[in-house]
T-cell receptor, first 112, second 113 residues
Framework: DADVTQTPRNRITKTGKRIMLECSQT?????MYWYRQDPGLGLRLIYYSFDVKDINKGEISDGYSVSRQAQAKFSLSLESAIPNQTALYFCATSDGGTQPQHFGDGTRLSIL | AQSVTQPDIHITVSEGASLELRCNYSYGATPYLFWYVQSPGQGLQLLLKYFSGDTLVQGIKGFEAEFKRSQSSFNLRKPSVHWSDAAEYFCAVGAYNTDKLIFGTGTRLQVFP
């Protein structure tokens, strides 16, 4: 089983719908992150969490919200999806400090 | 503020040729640096990291990278590319006090037989 699991892997939905992307991890890491990837822009940080009670905005948090339900679970919500939120979304975890981040396989989200 | 620049959007090499992917960073102190690879339909896989010590670091799949403080660079190299190396490569820089990474925009590598 993957250490960082994202569900769903693909989702197509309509403008205005509420969407939730889920991430769970078995690595035991405290730090969890949500990124979006767009062609030519690399990965941009949406939200991050250093523990269950610590949630922080990243560089592009507008239009998104998150919930850290447990150490192992970190979900990303789009309250009212819009087409320019069409992207590839990644969840990552880390032990902090100089340790690398570990990524899930991504969720490809298309908003029509 | 931290930033990362990958000047090459797309690189094409022949199988067996050597490879160098460029990465320049901006950071006021000693950063820690990573290279990741992304194959189609997959997440990012760590190739190697640098945070102190020997400035030439070895990674997986035969890759290496050299940290050059004077040039603010952390270029990725491989002496002989294989067709399976075709992927997108991302450089990332982290700061010791933030536990966050800043990613470059990526370099897409195409390998011709």
């Amino acid at each position: 089983d993957a250490d960082v699991t994202q569900t769903p892997r693909n989702r197509i939905t309509k403008t205005g719908k509420r969407i939730m992307l889920e991430c769970s991890q078995t690595k035991g890491h405290d730090r969890m992150y949500w990124y979006r990837q767009d062609p030519g822009l690399g990965l941009r940080l949406i939200y991050y969490s250093f523990d269950v009670k610590d949630i922080n905005k990243g560089e592009i948090s507008d239009g998104y919200s998150v919930s850290r339900q447990a150490q192992a679970k970190f979900s990303l919500s789009l309250e009212s999806a819009i087409p320019n939120q069409t992207a590839l979304y990644f969840c990552a975890t880390s032990d902090g400090g100089t340790q690398p981040q570990h990524f899930g396989d991504g969720t490809r989200l298309s908003i029509l | 503020a931290q930033s990362v620049t990958q000047p090459d959007i797309h690189i094409t090499v022949s199988e067996g040729a050597s490879l160098e992917l460029r990465c320049n960073y901006s950071y006021g102190a000693t950063p820690y640096l990573f290279w990741y690879v992304q194959s189609p339909g997959q997440g990012l896989q760590l190739l190697l990291k640098y945070f102190s010590g020997d400035t030439l670091v070895q990674g997986i799949k035969g890759f290496e990278a050299e940290f050059k403080r004077s040039q603010s660079s952390f270029n990725l190299r491989k002496p002989s590319v294989h067709w399976s190396d075709a992927a997108e490569y991302f450089c990332a820089v982290g700061a010791y006090n933030t536990d966050k990474l800043i990613f470059g925009t990526g370099t897409r590598l195409q390998v011709f037989p």
